[in-house]
């Protein structure tokens, strides 16, 4: 679940059991090589056995799907092998398939590094567009065009996405003599992150003492940036991080909510951001269907029915994940089929249901697990709803392979150096030149 960018959706998913059913888990299975068996991808007790390598958590574990699976398939054995982060999940991957060994039955791949390997290992995969089962109309158009190939080969099927809104302490919210009720809260800053922050202006005029209007400046750049269509990559696949307006506006738009004192000087998913978390000490988080999982995870135990959900200023998604079929995987048939029914509608309802990820099937978006979901943190609030109209005003995005490493560098090299006091030109400086050494690496 991908604790932090590539890693943070997931390691993020599993770090958590909320209230959807069991709850909605964040992400961090131990990186054990964490096994469920071996690896090899051989036979149990007279049984195919399929292995998948995966990151963080994806649930299908925790939400019953492999039972379910290996139920209705009595010749079938699943086994998966987790890595917690995808920081060293991905490079892995990068060199079995480069040397073509080592390979699991199935490969997830996230969102942040699909587009580097449609461009760079396509011929290493499976085209699942012409498997049995599979139905394109299934999937949103645009997560189904991003595991694709320019001539048509489809390598990953899409699980989960991310549809963003904007998670508030509705206590919080009241001491500072803001709205509470969810639709009056995104009506403030409907349309415009520039009225987010002047939200945030009047959250700090009679804030609770200690408390900050927002969890991070990491956390609202990439909420802004992920409301645009192009960020880092234009359609023709070049860089343009340094020359996307969009790109800069977010920089600065972030940098003056750190020196205005709206954001907290922390980074995502570290300890002592986990720490703000338990002590109350933000009002509003950037907030994917995941990131409930995660709040309840850190949150002590008063926390509960205190966050609501709202619209975010401009709609946006964050997180997602595909499942691959490597060719040179020992159960290519097999492993093909299990992807094909683990991905389809009911099974992403079931998989939200019990654990967050939100589906990118939308024939799913109907179904009683998405409509009657709720969160233990967020009370009564109909966050399947909420999160499916927000998943219809998700843009059509540029996805570049090397997204992660700017998007890190911009947060990690960037605006939270402006949180310690440096000018925001200067902390733009440092990001760019570190993006720009780790790009010709």
Same mark, same amino acid.
């Given at each position: 679940?991908?604790?932090?960018?590539?890693?943070?959706?997931?390691?993020?998913?599993?770090?958590?059991?909320?209230?959807?059913?069991?709850?909605?888990?964040?992400?961090?299975? %131990? #990186?054990?090589?964490?096994?469920? !068996?071996? /690896?090899?991808?051989?036979?149990?007790? =007279? *049984?195919?056995?399929?292995?998948?390598?995966?990151?963080?958590?994806?649930?299908?574990?925790?939400?019953?799907?492999?039972?379910?699976?290996?139920?209705?398939?009595?010749?079938?054995?699943?086994?998966?092998?987790?890595?917690?982060?995808?920081?060293?999940?991905?490079?892995?991957?990068?060199?079995?398939?480069?040397?073509?060994?080592?390979?699991?039955?199935?490969?997830?791949?996230?969102?942040?590094?699909?587009?580097?390997?449609?461009?760079?290992?396509?011929?290493?995969?499976?085209?699942?567009?012409?498997?049995?089962?599979?139905?394109?109309?299934?999937?949103?158009?645009?997560?189904?065009?991003?595991?694709?190939?320019?001539?048509?080969?489809?390598?990953?099927?899409?699980?989960?996405?991310?549809?963003?809104?904007?998670?508030?302490? %509705? #206590?919080?919210?009241?001491?500072? !003599?803001? /709205?509470?009720?969810?639709?009056?809260? =995104? *009506?403030?800053?409907?349309?415009?992150?520039?009225?987010?922050?002047?939200?945030?202006?009047?959250?700090?005029?009679?804030?609770?003492?200690?408390?900050?209007?927002?969890?991070?400046?990491?956390?609202?750049?990439?909420?802004?940036?992920?409301?645009?269509?192009?960020?880092?990559?234009?359609?023709?696949?070049?860089?343009?991080?340094?020359?996307?307006?969009?790109?800069?506006?977010?920089?600065?738009?972030?940098?003056?909510?750190?020196?205005?004192?709206?954001?907290?000087?922390?980074?995502?998913?570290?300890?002592?951001?986990?720490?703000?978390?338990?002590?109350?000490?933000?009002?509003?988080?950037?907030?994917?269907?995941?990131?409930?999982?995660?709040?309840?995870?850190?949150?002590?135990?008063?926390?509960?029915?205190?966050?609501?959900?709202?619209?975010?200023?401009?709609?946006?998604?964050?997180?997602?994940?595909?499942?691959?079929?490597? *060719?040179?995987?020992?159960?290519?048939?097999?492993?093909?089929?299990?992807?094909?029914?683990?991905?389809?509608?009911?099974?992403?309802?079931?998989?939200?249901?019990?654990?967050?990820?939100?589906?990118?099937?939308?024939?799913?978006?109907?179904?009683?697990?998405?409509?009657?979901?709720?969160?233990?943190?967020?009370?009564?609030?109909?966050?399947?709803?909420?999160?499916?109209?927000?998943?219809?005003?998700?843009?059509?995005?540029?996805?570049?392979?090397?997204?992660?490493?700017?998007?890190?560098?911009?947060?990690?090299?960037?605006?939270?150096?402006?949180?310690?006091?440096?000018?925001?030109?200067?902390?733009?400086?440092?990001?760019?030149?570190?993006?720009?050494?780790?790009?010709?690496?």
């Amino acid at each position: 679940m991908r604790a932090r960018f590539s890693t943070s959706r997931k390691a993020v998913v599993l770090a958590a059991a909320a209230s959807l059913g069991v709850g909605l888990l964040a992400g961090c299975s %131990k #990186d054990n090589g964490g096994k469920s !068996g071996s /690896p090899d991808g051989g036979s149990g007790g =007279g *049984k195919t056995t399929i292995t998948l390598g995966l990151f963080g958590a994806m649930g299908f574990k925790e939400a019953g799907l492999y039972a379910a699976y290996e139920e209705l398939h009595s010749d079938i054995k699943i086994q998966e092998n987790v890595v917690e982060r995808n920081e060293n999940y991905y490079p892995a991957l990068v060199n079995h398939l480069t040397t073509n060994s080592g390979l699991m039955d199935v490969q997830a791949v996230e969102v942040g590094n699909i587009a580097e390997v449609v461009a760079t290992q396509a011929a290493k995969f499976e085209d699942l567009s012409k498997a049995s089962g599979v139905d394109k109309s299934n999937w949103l158009s645009w997560k189904w065009q991003q595991a694709a190939t320019q001539d048509g080969q489809v390598i990953g099927l899409g699980t989960d996405i991310g549809p963003m809104a904007v998670c508030y302490r %509705k #206590d919080l919210f009241e001491q500072a !003599g803001l /709205p509470t009720d969810r639709d009056e809260v =995104g *009506k403030l800053w409907a349309g415009d992150w520039n009225k987010f922050l002047q939200v945030g202006e009047n959250f700090k005029k009679k804030a609770p003492e200690g408390t900050y209007f927002m969890d991070s400046p990491g956390g609202l750049i990439n909420a802004v940036l992920a409301s645009e269509k192009e960020k880092f990559y234009n359609a023709s696949g070049e860089v343009i991080y340094k020359t996307n307006p969009a790109v800069k506006a977010a920089f600065d738009l972030t940098a003056k909510a750190a020196q205005k004192g709206l954001v907290q000087s922390q980074t995502q998913f570290q300890p002592a951001w986990d720490q703000t978390i338990a002590n109350n000490k933000f009002a509003t988080v950037a907030c994917p269907p995941w990131m409930l999982g995660y709040l309840k995870s850190k949150s002590q135990p008063d926390a509960v029915g205190k966050w609501d959900v709202a619209v975010p200023p401009k709609g946006g998604n964050w997180g997602g994940s595909f499942l691959a079929v490597p *060719k040179s995987g020992k159960h290519v048939k097999e492993a093909t089929a299990l992807i094909t029914w683990l991905t389809a509608p009911e099974q992403q309802a079931k998989l939200f249901a019990v654990q967050g990820s939100f589906p990118s099937a939308p024939a799913a978006y109907s179904s009683s697990e998405v409509t009657g979901a709720k969160n233990e943190m967020t009370g009564d609030a109909p966050i399947g709803k909420i999160f499916a109209e927000a998943a219809n005003t998700i843009p059509v995005q540029v996805i570049g392979p090397k997204d992660q490493i700017i998007q890190q560098g911009l947060t990690d090299n960037g605006v939270i150096l402006v949180t310690k006091g440096k000018s925001a030109a200067d902390a733009w400086k440092t990001a760019t030149k570190t993006i720009d050494n780790n790009l010709e690496k």
